[in-house]
Nanobody, 119 residues
Framework: QVQLVESGGGLVQPGGSLRLSCAAS????????MGWYRQTPGKQRELVTT???????NYADSVKGRFTISRDNAKNTVWLQMNSLKAEDTAVYYC?????????????WGQGTQVTVSS
């Protein structure tokens, strides 16, 4: 089992910045990747960005150049720095952890944190 606790959401004006954090606990040795997804009402949850244990990253095209994911393996924490925020970035952001143990893969999710971009 892996537990994920997120923080850092809130209300920001267009063009502003926010930083989300996600701390993992539990069987952290099974985590091979962490990241962020987001979801708006009536839509499927979509990938924002992921980062592997060795630091390889992947970003959705819509956030490239604006969002940056970083990771501290010692602290079992990932951060999402969001700059130049747009109204369309408004969503609930979920922290994600992909784990594997004995060739069994399982995904874990945080409780979600609301990000609202509005003037």
């Amino acid at each position: 089992q892996v537990q994920l606790v997120e923080s850092g959401g809130g209300l920001v004006q267009p063009g502003g910045s926010l930083r989300l954090s996600c701390a993992a606990s539990g069987n952290i040795f099974t985590i091979y990747a962490m990241g962020w997804y987001r979801q708006t009402p009536g839509k499927q949850r979509e990938l924002v960005t992921t980062i592997t244990r060795d630091g390889s990253t992947n970003y959705a095209d819509s956030v490239k150049g604006r969002f940056t994911i970083s990771r501290d393996n010692a602290k079992n924490t990932v951060w999402l720095q969001m700059n130049s925020l747009k109204a369309e970035d408004t969503a609930v952001y979920y922290c994600y952890a992909g784990t594997t143990l004995a060739s069994v893969y399982r995904d874990y999710w945080g409780q979600g944190t609301q990000v609202t971009v509005s003037s």
